[in-house]
């Protein structure tokens, strides 16, 4: 089995790369959704939080890996990229179940990913600047940036969205063999 893990932060360009990956026919999980299955199946202790409270939670409760852990058990590809790792313990879960993982990160400054969350418009875009920092400081928290500074290979997302799918899929390809 080969995992291919996407890191980055808000903004860089991880759906893209998914897009990109979709196009080349493989396919992909979001950990985030996995987030969301259990958030909509919460216990009443949990009703008033924010689905980013309850994910905190959740990992406080039961290890800081428990969203890789959880996750895992949803791959059946033998090939399967996986996306929304925030941490090197992430990482390591899935390097448990095989020694075949590769991290790929997604970088871009934070002045562009402000401006894709923004533009983009989804019910987390930041309200204004100061959101956006704190947004990354939870990231960087959890382990974020140590994941992308550790990942084996760094694909920086600047240039125009065909470059960066161009970049994605000659990753992909040559990642796999």
């Keep these: 089995m080969k995992l291919i893990i996407t890191v980055g932060m808000p903004g860089s360009g991880k759906e893209e790369f998914l897009v990109a990956a979709k196009e080349l026919g493989h396919q992909f999980i979001r950990m985030g959704d996995t987030v969301r299955e259990y958030y909509i199946k919460r216990d009443s202790r949990d009703e008033n939080l924010s689905m980013s409270q309850f994910a905190d939670i959740e990992r406080e409760r039961h290890g800081f890996d428990i969203w890789a852990r959880r996750t895992i058990k949803k791959i059946s590809e033998l090939t399967s990229i996986i996306d929304g790792c925030r941490s090197m313990v992430e990482i390591e879960a899935y ?13 871009a400054s934070p002045r562009i990913r402000y401006k894709r969350l923004v533009t983009r418009g989804r019910d987390d875009a930041p309200k204004d600047m100061y959101e956006f920092q704190e ?10 940036a140590e994941a992308i500074v550790l990942a084996d290979i760094i694909i920086v997302n600047e240039s125009s969205l065909s470059d960066f799918k161009n970049k994605v899929k000659k990753t992909i390809r040559e990642g796999l063999k």
């Excluded at 390097?95 to 970088?107: A, L, N, P, R």
């Design 135 to 144: 947004r990354d400081r939870r990231e960087i928290n959890w382990g974020l």
């Design 95 to 107: 390097k448990e179940k095989t020694d075949d993982v590769s991290v790929i990160g997604i970088s």
